[in-house]
């Protein structure tokens, strides 16, 4: 079975197999284990829960910037009317 490229991998992809490295090291942590394994079980679900606020980080910066956006086509809108209704007024 050909491994998946790394540069091609999915966020839902990413966190299955950060939790199904979590639950090996979880499970397998008392059974004779090597200490660096153990600290890497520990690691990946401190990476996974890094990679959850870093996706909820970039939902609400993608939500204020969308909000900004509307914000300033607003504006513009508004300042084009105005415009409008400026030259209409001064050729009528």
Request: hydrophobic fraction near 45%; proline fraction near 2%; aromatic fraction near 8%.
């Given at each position: 079975?050909a491994?998946?490229?790394?540069?091609?991998?999915?966020?839902?992809?990413?966190?299955?197999?950060?939790v199904?490295?979590?639950?090996?090291?979880?499970?397998?942590?008392?059974?004779?284990?090597p200490?660096?394994?153990?600290?890497?079980?520990?690691?990946?679900?401190?990476?996974?829960?890094?990679?959850?606020?870093?996706?909820?980080?970039?939902?609400?910066l993608a939500?204020?910037?969308?909000?900004f956006?509307?914000?300033?086509?607003i504006?513009?809108?508004?300042?084009l009317l105005?415009?409008?209704?400026s030259?209409?007024?001064?050729?009528?």
């Open positions: 079975m491994l998946p490229d790394p540069n091609k991998i999915d966020e839902v992809q990413l966190q299955n197999f950060l199904a490295g979590a639950q090996f090291f979880q499970w397998n942590s008392g059974k004779n284990t200490n660096i394994l153990i600290d890497l079980g520990q690691r990946v679900g401190a990476l996974r829960e890094t990679i959850k606020q870093a996706s909820e980080s970039s939902s609400n939500t204020a910037l969308n909000r956006t509307l914000a300033l086509f504006v513009g809108a508004v300042g105005l415009q409008t209704v030259m209409w007024l001064q050729f009528h």
